[in-house]
């Protein structure tokens, strides 16, 4: 899975990040049928204690006409295990993770269910969630 997300976010990545993006975010959505796909997002604001901060998107960077679509026969948590691996993964590893950690946050989560905090950087310190 990670190979999938690193090549799909990387293409993302090549569009420059507005200004205003503050932090990143992933929407989740099960598709039916086993089918699963993932947007990614720039908002406006970064909110650990507010899940809200996610509607606050400035841009979408191609990906709602282009999202990451997966055929996978599992439950939504384990979709969602695997999708927080990868992105983990990603932001140590990936080819553009330095974009992410320079922004407040990264959050992934299903869009009518609750974010999780991958990245939050803090005091001027990064930390993980």
């Not at 507005?18 to 909110?47: H, Q, R």
Request: glycine share 10%; charged share 30%; net charge negative.
């Amino acid at each position: 899975m990670f190979r999938t997300v690193s090549e799909w976010l990387d293409v993302a990545l090549e569009a420059p990040v507005p200004d205003e993006v503050a932090a990143f975010g992933f929407n989740l959505y099960e598709d039916g049928d086993c089918d699963w796909s993932m947007e990614f997002i720039g908002a406006s604001e970064f909110d650990p204690e507010n899940e809200d901060w996610l509607c606050s998107e400035v841009t979408d960077f191609g990906t709602r006409d282009k999202p990451l679509r997966w055929h996978r026969e599992a439950g939504w948590e384990e979709v969602l295990h695997d999708i927080v691996r990868a992105l983990k993964e990603y932001l140590k590893n990936g080819k553009h993770a330095d974009i992410l950690k320079a922004k407040s946050g990264v959050g992934v989560g299903f869009v009518d269910g609750n974010i999780e905090i991958l990245y939050a950087k803090t005091d001027g310190q990064y930390g993980d969630s």
